[in-house]
């Protein structure tokens, strides 16, 4: 989907620009029959602290609700449905970075691609050792396509036919109720885990 009016001048289509992911989404779990719509826990004031000493020299922390690919849970990959069973269930520790122009899902880098996600990790790193308050935020310059169309295809229920939504509410109830099993499997072992090493204690 091009603007012609902007081919000679070199323009960007209106829609080649970040996704508004919230509006998106709230609009989506809508559309699904979810109700209220989806809201996200933000500070008024943000913490923040900015490095006492060089970068090189710190421990950092990174938290991501992204999950490592499991070979053996299903399509994973770019554009794949929603997988409850890719989900992950315990802690982890995995490296990750700061979030591009990209899919949800992908912000640290094209996936297979080393080299835009050395790039993206690095402008990540430099990021936390030079801003100077909190909501600081750089664009990233990589693109993760030449056509942009992929950007009106997420979440995009204007996009989809009513017999689209109501498969996809069908889906996604399917993948609660899995995600639902899993979460209780890994507390039980975890439980039991526990036990065995207060067992262990007490003996």
């Known amino acids: 989907m091009t603007d012609t009016r902007a081919v000679p001048f070199g323009f960007a289509p209106p829609f080649d620009?970040?996704?508004p992911y919230l509006q998106r989404i709230r609009d989506y779990y809508q559309a699904l029959g979810y109700g209220s719509p989806y809201e996200w826990a933000h500070y008024v004031e943000v913490p923040f602290q900015s490095l006492r000493?060089?970068?090189?020299?710190?421990?950092?922390?990174?938290?991501?609700?992204?999950?490592?690919?499991?070979?053996?849970?299903?399509?994973?990959?770019?554009?794949?449905?929603?997988?409850?069973?890719a989900k992950f269930y315990r802690v982890y520790s995995m490296a990750s970075a700061a979030e591009p122009d990209f899919p949800l899902g992908n912000?640290?880098?094209?996936?297979?691609?080393?080299?835009?996600?050395?790039?993206?990790?690095?402008?990540?790193?430099?990021?936390?050792?030079?801003?100077?308050?909190?909501?600081t935020t750089v664009?990233?310059?990589?693109?993760?396509?030449?056509?942009?169309?992929?950007?009106?295809?997420?979440?995009?229920?204007?996009?989809?036919?009513?017999?689209?939504?109501?498969?996809?509410?069908?889906?996604?109830?399917?993948g609660k109720a899995q995600a639902k099993q899993l979460r209780e499997e890994a507390a039980a072992a975890g439980c039991g885990a526990s036990g065995a090493i207060a067992q262990a204690a007490d003996s």
């Open 17 to 19: 620009a970040p996704i």
């Open 53 to 85: 000493k060089p970068l090189a020299e710190c421990t950092v922390a990174l938290i991501t609700t992204a999950a490592p690919y499991q070979p053996d849970k299903g399509d994973q990959g770019p554009g794949a449905p929603y997988n409850a069973a």
């Open 107 to 135: 912000a640290a880098g094209r996936p297979n691609d080393r080299e835009s996600q050395d790039y993206t990790l690095k402008l990540a790193l430099a990021l936390l050792q030079s801003a100077p308050a909190a909501r």
């Open 139 to 174: 664009q990233s310059p990589l693109r993760w396509s030449d056509d942009p169309d992929w950007k009106l295809d997420y979440c995009n229920v204007e996009r989809l036919t009513p017999e689209e939504i109501a498969q996809r509410r069908a889906e996604f109830d399917r």
